[in-house]
T-cell receptor
Framework: DTEVTQTPKHLVMGMTNKKSLKCEQHMGHRAMYWYKQKAKKPPELMFVYSYEKLSINESVPSRFSPECPNSSLLNLHLHALQPEDSALYLC??????????????FGPGTRLTVL | AQSVTQLDSQVPVFEEAPVELRCNYSSSVSVYLFWYVQYPNQGLQLLLKYLSGSTLVKGINGFEAEFNKSQTSFHLRKPSVHISDTAEYFCAVSEVLTGGGNKLTFGTGTQLKVEL
């Protein structure tokens, strides 16, 4: 299984809502990532988890809260978002035990619209 | 900090013609380079990667790239494109993170448009 799955595919939320994005992989990878991609732009790294510990937070606002409950799951909790947070949110994973082979596998993304 | 530059934002090409998408990198340490493709409303798919070894890298869908250290380039090529190759192509450089995982820094992307 070489697939990263993300749910939901689409999400529309108001600025006062609380919602969560979910990402799952069953490749045995130990590093997982959240990226944000605005239209016509490249993905921008938000968070990195390695062995279920937060490795990097790229100065992301606190209205985005990541969680890695186990090695296969990665969540992104959303609260009090702004319209400018509307974007495609991509999850990725990589094996992380041999840094010389650090290919990241991406999920299909969640298209988020904040009203 | 590592970075990549994709100078061409759009590349139009006729079907069955060859194509080259340019990528230049900046790095002071060992370089890990990738090309990803993104079809509309989808995630990113890895085309090919350079980690070490042979400078000519072959990938999926008939694409290949050549790592050129003296010119700090990693251009993507395909000898004959198909309509289905129409997509956004991203060059990326990877940096190993001290705390685990690695950071991909992407170029701004090149929209390849294949025309009949």
């Amino acid at each position: 299984d070489t697939e990263v799955t993300q749910t939901p595919k689409h999400l529309v939320m108001g600025m006062t809502n609380k919602k969560s994005l979910k990402c799952e992989q069953h490749m045995g990878h130990r590093a997982m990532y959240w990226y944000k991609q605005k239209a016509k732009k490249p993905p921008e790294l938000m968070f990195v988890y390695s062995y279920e510990k937060l490795s990097i937070n790229e100065s992301v606002p606190s209205r985005f809260s990541p969680e890695c409950p186990n090695s296969s799951l990665l969540n992104l909790h959303l609260h009090a978002l702004q319209p400018e947070d509307s974007a495609l949110y991509l999850c990725a994973s990589s094996q992380d035990w041999d840094r010389n082979y650090n290919e990241q596998f991406f999920g299909p993304g969640t298209r988020l619209t904040v009203l | 900090a590592q970075s990549v530059t994709q100078l061409d934002s759009q590349v139009p090409v006729f079907e069955e013609a060859p194509v080259e998408l340019r990528c230049n990198y900046s790095s002071s340490v060992s370089v890990y380079l990738f090309w990803y493709v993104q079809y509309p409303n989808q995630g990113l798919q890895l085309l090919l990667k350079y980690l070490s070894g042979s400078t000519l890298v072959k990938g999926i869908n008939g694409f290949e790239a050549e790592f050129n250290k003296s010119q700090t380039s990693f251009h993507l090529r395909k000898p004959s494109v198909h309509i289905s190759d129409t997509a956004e192509y991203f060059c990326a450089v990877s940096e190993v993170l001290t705390g685990g995982g690695n950071k991909l820094t992407f170029g701004t992307g090149t929209q390849l448009k294949v025309e009949l």
